[in-house]
């Protein structure tokens, strides 16, 4: 990434900050918040607050929990310590004000701090959100195995509460479905529970098959 060094000052420049600790945390959740801003850090909400325009580079990672095995999401800075700020002359000393913000970084550009052009930044923007798309894909194929270990799971236990001869000759959903009601209250109960929730993985599959799956922010 190049830095600039012409002596004609431009009106605003993208500018390397260092952030104070804790400042690249997960910010609490906004309900309808925009994409942009989901899984947004301290720092990047308080800038967009004061009117600063911010870039941090980062990338996504999914977690699996180890007791309810489901996925969790979680945004981590690419540049650990770092991010970008857009700034014109007059507005540094606001940027130097935030309480998220430790310094400006020195360097050979526009008031001898490292400042960076559009372009430079527009580069790292698309690498982002190639890695975001690829991040998509991830979780969207980690979903589908839980799910498919989930149904498996969910057969095995509709298969104990019927005799084996007659799981070999009907579909076993089919077979629950119809016999549903000649089964003991507790077989019953249990019965219409696995039959529900499969239901629902079913509904699951398809609206991701459909529609994609949106992020969501783990704050």
Request: net charge positive.
């Amino acid at each position: 990434m190049n830095i600039n060094s012409t002596k004609q000052l431009p009106a605003e420049s993208w500018y390397a900050i260092r952030v104070a600790p804790g400042g690249q945390k997960m910010a609490k959740a906004v309900p309808g918040a925009s994409e942009e801003r989901v899984g947004e850090t301290q720092i990047e909400r308080e800038c967009r607050e004061k009117g600063f325009a911010i870039f941090m580079p980062s990338f996504w990672t999914v977690v699996r929990h180890q007791r309810t095995n489901k996925l969790i999401e979680k945004r981590f800075p690419l540049l650990v310590g770092y991010a970008f700020v857009r700034a014109s002359g007059q507005d540094i000393a606001g940027v130097r004000q935030l309480n998220n913000v430790a310094y400006f970084l020195r360097g050979g550009g526009n008031y001898g701090l490292a400042s960076f052009r559009d372009h430079d930044i527009a580069q790292l923007y698309i690498a982002e959100l190639e890695k975001r798309e690829e991040h998509v894909t991830m979780k969207q194929n980690g979903e589908a195995d839980i799910r498919k270990h989930r149904r498996s799971a969910l057969h095995r236990q509709l298969g104990l509460i019927f005799p084996k001869g007659r799981r070999k000759r009907v579909p076993l959903r089919m077979l629950a479905s119809a016999a549903i009601n000649s089964l003991p209250t507790k077989a019953k109960k249990r019965c219409m529970t696995i039959l529900m929730e499969l239901e629902a993985l079913d509904k699951e599959e398809v609206a991701c098959n459909t529609n994609g799956l949106a992020l969501s922010s783990a704050a």
